[in-house]
T-cell receptor
Framework: GAGVSQTPSNKVTEKGKYVELRCDPI?????LYWYRQSLGQGPEFLIY????????DSGLPNDRFFAVRPEGSVSTLKIQRTERGDSAVYLC????????????FGPGTRLTVL | AQSVTQPDIHITVSEGASLELRCNYS??????LFWYVQSPGQGLQLLLK??????LVQGIKGFEAEFKRSQSSFNLRKPSVHWSDAAEYFC????????????FGTGTRLQVTL
């Protein structure tokens, strides 16, 4: 299909470990977004990219979280020294552009930190 | 800071009955407004959006929403619910001028009885 894909779909890790979550946006979409959805909550904005640069990273909770999009397509969300509170579903979305572009969401990566 | 309130955590309706899901927002100016639906195992899907103009907006799957500035509300409605509408519904806002940074409500889970 031509939708947003995220890998892995599930990730279980131990406290203190490093994890990477990958997002493949819809081809040609210039804007890419990361959200985090905790149990029973709505998605919470983390960061968005316009092209290769992070246009707004104000939602990243602390410096353990980092995201890259080196070629303006695939993005990786990186979490260092994971904590149990990081357990959530991490959602990625893309849009043709910012502004009026609808955000198309992927199915998410469920991260569980033991 | 902008915020979104969905006062109903869980709603149950009979198939064929009408539906209204409430959404109130807090924002200094008129934001962009959205309704998304999330089915189990599915990504978030946009039902409809309001940017400006006619305050009654039509969306997919027979849904509509009405923006009421005086009440800071953007309630979602459907005249006749189908069993397949059972899902989680999220209202979201973004600053006017950009749809890049969505702020979501906590969601309303809709159950449909036959």
């Amino acid at each position: 299909g031509a939708g947003v894909s995220q890998t892995p779909s599930n990730k279980v890790t131990e406290k203190g470990k490093y994890v990477e979550l990958r997002c493949d946006p819809i081809s040609g979409h210039t804007a890419l977004y990361w959200y985090r959805q905790s149990l029973g909550q709505g998605p919470e904005f983390l960061i968005y990219f316009q092209g290769t640069g992070a246009a707004d990273d104000s939602g990243l909770p602390n410096d353990r979280f980092f995201a890259v999009r080196p070629e303006g397509s695939v993005s990786t969300l990186k979490i260092q020294r994971t904590e149990r509170g990081d357990s959530a579903v991490y959602l990625c979305a893309s849009s043709p552009t910012t502004g009026f572009g609808e955000q198309f969401f992927g199915p998410g990566t469920r991260l569980t930190v033991l | 800071a902008q915020s979104v309130t969905q006062p109903d955590i869980h709603i149950t309706v009979s198939e064929g009955a009408s539906l209204e899901l409430r959404c109130n927002y807090s924002y200094g100016a008129t934001p962009y407004l959205f309704w998304y639906v999330q089915s189990p195992g599915q990504g978030l899907q946009l039902l409809l959006k309001y940017f400006s103009g006619d305050t009654l907006v039509q969306g997919i799957k027979g849904f509509e929403a009405e923006f009421k500035r005086s009440q800071s509300s953007f309630n979602l409605r459907k005249p006749s619910v189908h069993w397949s509408d059972a899902a989680e519904y999220f209202c979201a806002v973004a600053p006017s001028g950009t749809a890049s940074k969505l702020t979501f409500g906590t969601g309303t889970r809709l159950q449909v009885t036959l």
